[in-house]
């Protein structure tokens, strides 16, 4: 039996909200200050998947000023099979100082995956992670009631609606359905689901750390009464033992790491069934650097093939409740995971295009300041990559722990504050750069290393090289949080050291700006090429490959 490896979707692809429509199947994932924003993977076999476009590309949404990790968070894609048309919801998230965590729920729809979509509706400010459920020409959202009251339990109410997807708002009424079908608490991202004689609705819980799982209830209207899963736990999680935490908003939970474990934070799902009428649960996870609780690669998409009880329950094929690495595929399927196709990155840049896989944080890629001609890449410098609003980069995501980045770059900078490179990127305060840039006193073209490390910069002295034609080649390996920088010059094929063994575990989420017991942030490790020009905007980097090959 052709079995499935996880997770299916490696490298930032949270929150992973599953569909199929005929014999294609979708899942769209969170990309929070990241733009275009949205992605959407795309398979038949059920193994391999890959990206097939972003949903919100077109300006619908500003992140510029955004704070990790707030953004567009759990886009929820659904069918409406009356219509024929595709629905998508999601929250942006505005701010989240002193736990007000301001969210806009928007939904647009479209007759087609790639569109045109709607222009986006406003739904609800009521909270976060909003979902969408069609029947009998009515529609209804689902969505987390964010507490604020002093005293009442949080992170809030699951509630649920009836939407005006034409308007905006909503029907009626909101109804107020549970606060927690478990005691791990922190209850969010609540999905509807009609099975047989009810109406199921799965949560996330226990916070998006170590604690995570997914828990269900059930109910034969769909504003309740519901009942919880007789078992009192998660029906997926990866640390299975009890955890009571009801009254904790959030938490990184670390004392709920599993070590007989290689994968971590399992939770928030969504339910698919196949063609086959067999039934599997999408959601995220984390892979941690060995020995450490650090998770540079963010929250990944996993799948897990699940069953219905003869008592109407959902459970896990194997009867348990701990999310593994592989599990069976779909029945007949024969397709073998194919991760040099789906993952590793070749771009020469010949079709004058630019990829589909490069995003830029905060703002949308191409414009005036990225275009691809004549075969390269054109950066031309604006913010230093400190910046929330205009920086140039254009970025993948990280996809393995063992893993080569090279690229070629050509600059000529006549001023101190023009650079141009590559390196690693994981948001404004926390990232690596080798540039080309000039020495300080202006006299000639070399190569360096800056880095951000928690807002700081920090620049490294004792690693510069000089590149008198400013054409360079760089090479990035990247092996378990050490990173080795190389770089070669034209007819040159020796590559030269420019540093080895630099320490880039804060590259990740619990290495990033956290409070004690709390996850600094769950977006994920990006690949760039960059520059940056705080002088008169004029300088132009030019690139003529990118590729990032997995080991």
């Keep these: ?4 490896l996880n997770p299916i979707i490696p490298g930032m692809a949270p929150d992973p909200s599953i569909l199929r429509v005929g014999d294609d199947y979708y899942i769209a994932t969170s990309t929070f200050h990241w733009q275009p924003a949205v992605q959407v993977f795309h398979s038949t076999d059920f193994v391999n998947w890959e990206l097939l476009t972003y949903l919100l590309k077109g300006g619908e949404i500003s992140l510029q000023g955004t704070n990790t990790p707030a953004g567009i968070w759990a886009p929820h894609l659904s069918y409406d099979a009356d219509a024929k048309r595709f629905w998508l919801i999601y929250s942006h998230m505005q701010n989240m100082a002193g736990r007000e965590f301001n969210a806009e729920a928007y939904a647009m729809s479209a007759e087609r ?6 222009k986006p509706v406003y739904i609800t400010s009521i ?8 029947e009998n020409g009515h529609h209804y959202v689902a969505c987390l009631e ?3 009251r002093t005293g009442y339990q949080a992170p809030g109410h699951l509630a649920i609606a009836e939407a005006d997807l034409v308007h905006g708002g909503i029907l009626g009424k909101w109804h107020r359905i549970t606060t927690n079908f478990t005691t791990r608490g922190c209850i969010e991202a609540p999905q509807l689901y009609h099975h047989g004689d009810y109406y199921y609705l799965l949560a996330a819980a226990g916070g998006t750390g170590y604690g995570h799982g997914v828990e269900c209830g059930r109910a034969k209207h769909i ?3 519901y009942e919880p899963d007789p078992t009192g736990e998660p029906i997926v999680t990866s640390s299975p033992r009890h955890l009571f935490s009801l009254g904790d908003p959030d938490a990184g939970h670390f004392e709920m790491f599993n070590p007989q474990s290689p994968m971590q934070k399992a939770g928030h799902g969504s339910l698919v069934e196949t063609k086959n009428g067999e039934w599997y649960l999408a959601h995220l996870m984390s892979r941690p650097l060995p020995g450490t609780m650090l998770n540079p690669l963010g929250r990944e998409t996993s799948i897990q093939k699940v069953a219905w009880t003869d008592d109407g329950w959902l459970r896990l094929a194997d009867g348990s409740n701990l999310a593994k690495m592989t599990v069976p595929a ?3 399927t024969t397709a073998a995971r194919d991760r040099a196709r789906c993952e590793d990155v070749h771009e ?3 079709n004058n295009v630019l990829p589909l896989k490069f995003m830029t944080p905060y703002h949308l890629p191409g414009g005036d300041w990225a275009r691809v001609r004549n075969g390269k890449l054109e950066l031309c410098g604006r913010n230093s990559l400190f910046s929330q609003v205009a920086p140039s980069i254009l970025a993948t995501r990280a996809t393995s722990m063992d893993y080569m980045f090279t690229t070629r770059v050509t600059f000529h900078p006549d001023h101190y504050s023009e650079t141009a490179g590559a390196g690693l990127y994981y948001d404004a305060n926390n990232w690596l750069y080798a540039h080309l840039a000039l020495d300080p006193k202006e006299q000639r073209i070399e190569l360096s290393i800056l880095q951000a490390k928690l807002g700081t910069r920090v620049a490294d002295d004792s690693a510069v090289a000089p590149i008198p034609g400013g054409t360079v080649e760089l090479k990035f390996y990247y092996d378990e949080g050490l990173l080795a920088i190389f770089y070669r010059v034209p007819d040159d094929s020796e590559w030269h050291v420019l540093q080895k063994n630099l320490n880039v575990v804060y590259l990740s989420d619990e290495g990033v700006n956290g409070e004690p017991g ?7 490790l990006f690949n760039f090429v960059g520059s940056v020009d705080a002088h008169q905007h004029d300088s132009i980097a030019y690139f003529d490959h990118y590729d990032v090959v997995n080991h």
């Design 146 to 148: 964010w507490e604020t």
């Design 127 to 134: 909270g976060f992670d909003p979902s969408l459920y069609h």
């Design 348 to 350: 020469d840049f010949s």
């Design 223 to 225: 504003f309740g009464p």
């Design 518 to 524: 709390e996850i600094g942030g769950f977006t994920g």
């Design 330 to 332: 779909p029945q007949g």
């Design 113 to 118: 995956i790639t569109g045109p979509w709607t």
């Design 1 to 4: 039996m052709t079995a499935i």
